[in-house]
């Protein structure tokens, strides 16, 4: 991959993060229930999907060390155990849920093994140089 296209690449991810990131925040603090699951493990399913999209975006957004990326994921995944703590809040009126977590690390560990496999797919994905 060319230079000037993982520029654009960046460009595009790194403010996609931050809205993906603004919108789990809003549907995790929404009070009341947000979505009513359709079955037992759909909510399971949206918490996994939410935070393998976060995680990913991460990672093809901000290049850099392995360090700098299991940074990231580390934020990530203390800030869905935060989100999980807050739930818990009355006012909130949801309840903290150790499973959504486990569905939430669940979903940063299949970015993080789907950004390896593309590391290795996709020559230039995750060059060294930091933009």
Do not use: C
Not at 86 to 103: C, Y
């Amino acid at each position: 991959m060319s230079i000037k296209y993982a520029n654009l690449l960046v460009l595009i991810i790194r403010p996609l993060f931050f809205l993906t990131l603004f919108m789990v925040t809003v549907l995790s603090l929404w009070p009341g229930s947000a979505h009513p699951p359709t079955s037992p493990w759909s909510d399971k399913l949206g918490h996994a999907l939410a935070y393998f999209v976060l995680g990913l975006q991460w990672q093809l957004g901000w290049h850099g060390s392995v360090r700098s990326r299991l940074a990231g994921l580390g934020f990530l995944l203390l800030y869905s155990a935060g989100m999980e703590l807050f739930q818990g809040l009355a006012i909130i009126g949801r309840t903290t849920s150790v499973a959504d977590m486990i569905a939430n690390g669940s979903g940063l560990l299949l970015s993080a093994g789907f950004a390896l496999v593309l590391r290795f797919t996709w020559p230039g994905s995750f060059s060294k140089k930091k933009y």
